[in-house]
């Protein structure tokens, strides 16, 4: 039986897994976040480990992983860019992601920012909770319909193609650019294009050296002054102070932010930006989810260290 660290508090029923094939999880007491030296620390003495998007699992603590016998990294969560993929494959270290088990639910969140950044819903809410909505009025918080428009889907993965769906019920014209064609209506090979045309833009890609700064002032630029921008992807994938200065400016319209670059830091710009909705990195938080995206990270880290074909085994 192997010893797995689990870095964080996680659902009683995530655990079920490890707990099945007899494991022992070392876990703190305190559901304090590792630094990286206490990670580094802690890695030498464990066959696996279940991280978190917030475990920076660079280089020296795979290396210090590996010093040791740890075969298996396992993160709950989809996107795994806090990772380093390439030296935990140098190092004959397995990693693990969720993909699949969240994708409805960050796609709710995404329409949830679509709805809530067009339809002023945070300015309008704040305005009642400060006492000062002074009764109904005609010309109050008009904000900009979500139904009939252009969608722009930047990323056509799993989570896309689910807010693609949610798209159609409010009749909205669903476009979508990916890297490489798609073969499926919508596909617009330009991203430029993609952005001049779309009424709201959607990201839905992961965080790469690619992707980074993928959406700058540039960007903005070529977007609608009446647009809206919603991230649920990763932050570093728009350039913040250009967003802030599009926002102050009038560039776009509105924009709806889950995710940030540097978090928890929150730019004090996009605090203060106009017609902004800002969430702090919930997309996938429900306890359902959560607990299906626990339980198969625990379950990949499992099954390497049985000696099985994890489905949910990353092939950088
Ligand atoms: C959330 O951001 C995830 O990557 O699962």
């Given amino acids: 039986m192997a010893r797995v660290l689990v870095t964080r508090q996680l659902p009683a029923a995530g655990l079920e897994p490890l707990h099945q094939e007899g494991h022992t999880i070392v876990q703190r007491l305190d559901d304090e976040p590792f630094s990286h030296d206490e990670l580094v620390a802690a890695v030498g003495d464990v066959d696996g480990m279940v991280c978190l998007l917030t475990d920076p699992i660079d280089g020296a603590v795979l290396r210090a992983g590996a010093a040791g016998r740890l075969r298996v990294v396992g993160t709950a969560a989809v996107g795994f860019d806090n990772i380093d993929v390439a030296t935990a494959a140098e190092l004959g270290v397995a990693v693990c992601n969720t993909p699949g088990v969240l994708d409805k639910t960050t796609a709710d969140l995404a329409f949830l920012l679509i709805l809530a950044a067009s339809r002023l819903a945070s300015e309008a809410e704040r305005d009642l909770r400060a006492g000062r909505w002074g009764g109904w009025g005609f010309m109050d918080h008009l904000g900009r319909d979500v139904h009939g428009t252009v969608l ?31 073969g499926f209506p919508g596909y617009v090979a330009g991203l430029d294009e993609l952005l001049a045309t779309a009424d709201v833009v ?26 809206v921008l919603v991230n649920t992807a ?83």
């Fill in 152 to 182: 722009g889907l930047v990323g056509y993965g799993r989570i896309a193609r689910e807010v693609a769906r949610r798209a159609e019920g409010f009749a909205m014209e669903v476009l979508h650019h990916a890297r490489r064609t798609t």
């Fill in 234 to 316: 990763r932050g570093p994938v728009v350039d913040e102070e250009a967003l802030a200065d599009a926002l102050e400016s009038g560039g776009i319209y509105a924009a709806g932010l889950d995710v940030f670059d540097g978090e928890p830091v929150v730019n004090p710009r996009l605090l203060a930006a106009p017609r902004t909705v800002l969430l702090p990195h919930i997309g996938s938080a429900t306890i359902g989810t959560r607990t299906k995206m626990a339980r198969l990270a625990c379950q990949g880290v499992c099954d390497v260290l049985a000696g099985r074909t994890a489905p949910n085994l990353l092939r950088p």
């Fill in 202 to 227: 959607s990201l839905h890609v992961p965080l790469t050296e690619e992707t980074r700064r993928l959406v700058g002032a540039r960007e903005l630029g070529l977007m609608k002054p009446t647009a």
